[in-house]
């Protein structure tokens, strides 16, 4: 009522500016996963790397900025880019194939991958921004005939209070992330079964690897990956294929055995490296592609080659007679050899969510 009171006797003309000062403090969203320490010190509690963060400094990833011992979430209703994509893109090839997704991204990440495609948003948060409400974009998607979304482009999880508030408020939308699987065990518990779909991105099968290059760690990934399988998100799989980088054959072979263990039909997307960012080794070669190809194929029932357009390595095969049930050219998708999640030829039920 103090604020009501005050905005009644300014004069007219610092109405507007109060009004706009109050929005946006009524904007601001604590942080959902941190502890308070002495000094005005926080710990967030989000990801892996648990920051210690002292007053007025922000986490690695960016994005939870300690204000006088209260965490917030700086990124909140911040918007940098929105799209409307096909569902392949994400990718997403076992789910709703052949139809468009609204993607939306924020700036920032938790893992520094120095083979970022993404990285004029993902490594830097001094981007220009949007403000946009949950509500707002509940609106868009209404405006677009949409009832999909995707989180994507940069770190989706580090966004955790604006997606979890916009999914908990809007049930008839469905959430799809695009992930490095890098949060910690109780907040991906508690944000998973508003989730509907996710594609979480191996990039390595090395936990040195993740540590030293990446800024990460294999287990955190893999335990991300068995709560959302646990909490039946349809789930697919990425693996950026580097040559003489990570291409062990052996730790391949056992982030295999890791998949396979949990589902064989969880689809795996090895897709093809270019020069991005700080790395410019040579693209993947389409030899070493079919070669990780073939040795995934041997345990995994869908296994796709990504990044190389026209190949015969995206199209949908049919595990039990090789029928084809999906032909796609990067984006151009023929829906030919399946009907109601069967296979026209033998009846096997496929899981893929038409």
């Known amino acids: 009522m103090g604020h009501l009171f005050m905005v009644t006797i300014i004069r007219n003309k610092h109405i507007e500016l109060l009004t706009n000062l109050l929005i946006i403090y009524y904007m601001k969203r604590e942080a959902d996963f941190y502890i308070k320490k002495k000094n005005n010190t926080v710990q967030c509690l989000l990801c892996h790397h648990n920051c210690i963060i002292t007053s007025g400094q922000t986490g690695k990833c960016g994005n939870k900025k ?3 011992g209260i965490l917030y979430a700086e990124n909140y209703e911040k918007i940098i880019t929105l799209s409307i994509d096909p569902i392949e893109k994400k990718p ?20 520094n991958c120095p083979f970022c495609q993404n990285a004029e948003i993902s490594q830097n948060t001094n981007v220009s921004f949007d403000t946009v ?14 009832d999909k979304i995707a989180f994507t482009y940069t770190e989706p999880l580090v966004w955790y209070e604006y997606i979890y508030d916009f999914a908990t408020k809007y049930k008839d939308i469905k959430i799809v992330i695009v992930s490095n699987g890098h949060i910690n065990k109780t907040p991906m518990k508690k944000i998973a079964p508003l989730i509907s779909a996710a594609n979480i991105d191996i990039k390595s099968f090395n936990d040195e690897y993740y540590r030293s290059i990446l800024n990460g760690n294999l287990s955190t990934v893999k335990q991300s990956i068995e709560i959302l399988f646990s909490h039946n998100v349809h789930l697919e799989v990425t693996h950026l294929l580097i040559e003489n980088d990570n291409d062990n054959e052996k730790e391949f072979r056992e982030m295999i055995d890791f998949i396979s263990n949990i589902s064989h039909d969880i689809p795996l997307h ?8 700080n790395y410019h080794k040579k693209p993947t070669s389409l030899k070493r592609l079919e070669q990780f190809y073939s040795i995934a194929s041997q345990k995994l029932n869908f296994v796709y080659i990504g990044n190389i357009p026209g190949n015969k390595f995206s199209t949908t095969i049919c595990p039990n007679c090789g029928n084809e049930l999906i032909i796609r050219n990067l984006y151009s998708i023929e829906i030919s050899g399946i009907k109601n999640s069967h296979c026209i030829n033998c009846g096997t039920i496929i899981p893929i969510i038409m």
Do not use: M, W
């Open 92 to 111: 997403l090839y076992h789910y709703y194939p052949g139809t468009n997704i609204v993607s939306i991204a924020q700036s920032g990440c938790n893992l």
């Open 133 to 146: 409400s949950i509500d707002k974009l509940y609106s868009i998607l209404d405006n677009y005939n949409e």
């Open 66 to 68: 300690n204000e006088n």
């Open 270 to 277: 090895i897709s093809r490296y270019f020069p991005a960012y």
